[in-house]
């Protein structure tokens, strides 16, 4: 059975830090594109990050950053532990949404973040940045 679940959501001044968690199950995590998604209410959703997989290319471990969070946000995967984080800092509260985790098996070398793309999806965490 796959699973996605997204941990680490939460409330945070403006300035603060966040660290995201995305712990997948049921596939073969190592071959896996995994994304960070965000969706704001009354927005679309948007792309915010990605680690493509690990196949023994180089490309493996490339990483992507949407323009409005390039410089603040890292991501990182343990594949270990079928894991990936998303190190979240100088959080601003236009970074406040749901955050999502989701894996594509599709995309080879560099990732993306077409939402199309990913097959699996979490339920999604609350990241809320306020005063």
């Given at each position: 059975?796959?699973?996605?679940v997204e941990s680490g959501?939460?409330?945070v001044?403006?300035g603060?830090?966040?660290?995201?968690?995305?712990?997948?199950?049921g596939f073969l995590?190592d071959?896996?594109?995994i994304?960070?998604f965000?969706?704001?209410?009354g927005?679309?959703r948007e792309g915010?990050?990605?680690i493509?997989s690990?196949?023994?290319?180089s490309?493996d471990?490339?990483t992507?950053?949407?323009?409005?969070v390039?410089?603040?946000?890292a991501?990182s995967?343990?594949?270990?532990?079928h894991?990936?984080?998303?190190?979240?800092?100088s959080?601003?509260?236009e970074d406040?949404?749901v955050?999502?985790?989701?894996a594509?098996?599709?995309?080879?070398g560099?990732?993306?973040?077409?939402g199309?793309d990913?097959?699996?999806?979490?339920?999604?965490t609350?990241?809320?940045?306020?005063?």
């Amino acid at each position: 059975q796959v699973q996605v679940v997204e941990s680490g959501g939460g409330s945070v001044q403006p300035g603060g830090s966040l660290t995201l968690s995305c712990a997948a199950s049921g596939f073969l995590f190592d071959y896996y594109t995994i994304g960070w998604f965000r969706q704001a209410p009354g927005k679309e959703r948007e792309g915010v990050s990605c680690i493509s997989s690990s196949t023994g290319s180089s490309s493996d471990g490339s990483t992507y950053y949407a323009d409005s969070v390039k410089g603040r946000f890292a991501i990182s995967r343990d594949n270990a532990k079928h894991t990936v984080h998303l190190q979240m800092n100088s959080l601003k509260p236009e970074d406040t949404a749901v955050y999502y985790c989701a894996a594509d098996p599709w995309t080879l070398g560099e990732c993306t973040v077409r939402g199309q793309d990913y097959d699996y999806w979490g339920q999604g965490t609350q990241v809320t940045v306020s005063s």
